[in-house]
Nanobody, 118 residues
Framework: VQLQASGGGLVQTGGSLRLSCEASGLTFNMYDMGWFRQAPGKEHEAVAR????????LYTDSVKGRFTITRDNDKNTVYLQMSSLKPEDTAVYSC????????????WGQGTQVTVSS
């Protein structure tokens, strides 16, 4: 199983980025997906989650109204559209997969760095 995240970069405060995570080696529509982040000195944080068919999403409070998680099961890809970015969004963002309707994320991808300058 491989989860390949991309789309990170350097952006100014108020800017936007779209992260992508392409999955391979698994039956994508059997998995719920999530985006997580970790900033230096801060705890690992679940940012957004989406169920196997895209019908249910969940966001951490700090990104509600600014970030949108979606998925395309035909392309085995999950996306994180990030808007109105703030310096506190600076972190390494990773995607993860868990078998649908279970509690533990089983597969993790390498992260992509997002840096928001003030």
């Amino acid at each position: 199983v491989q989860l390949q995240a991309s789309g990170g970069g350097l952006v100014q405060t108020g800017g936007s980025l779209r992260l992508s995570c392409e999955a391979s080696g698994l039956t994508f529509n059997m998995y719920d997906m999530g985006w997580f982040r970790q900033a230096p000195g801060k705890e690992h944080e679940a940012v957004a989650r989406i169920n196997w068919n895209g019908g249910s999403t969940l966001y951490t409070d700090s990104v509600k109204g600014r970030f949108t998680i979606t998925r395309d099961n035909d392309k085995n890809t999950v996306y994180l559209q990030m808007s109105s970015l703030k310096p506190e969004d600076t972190a390494v963002y990773s995607c993860a997969a868990k078998i649908r309707n279970t509690g533990t994320y089983k597969f993790w991808g390498q992260g992509t760095q997002v840096t928001v300058s003030s």
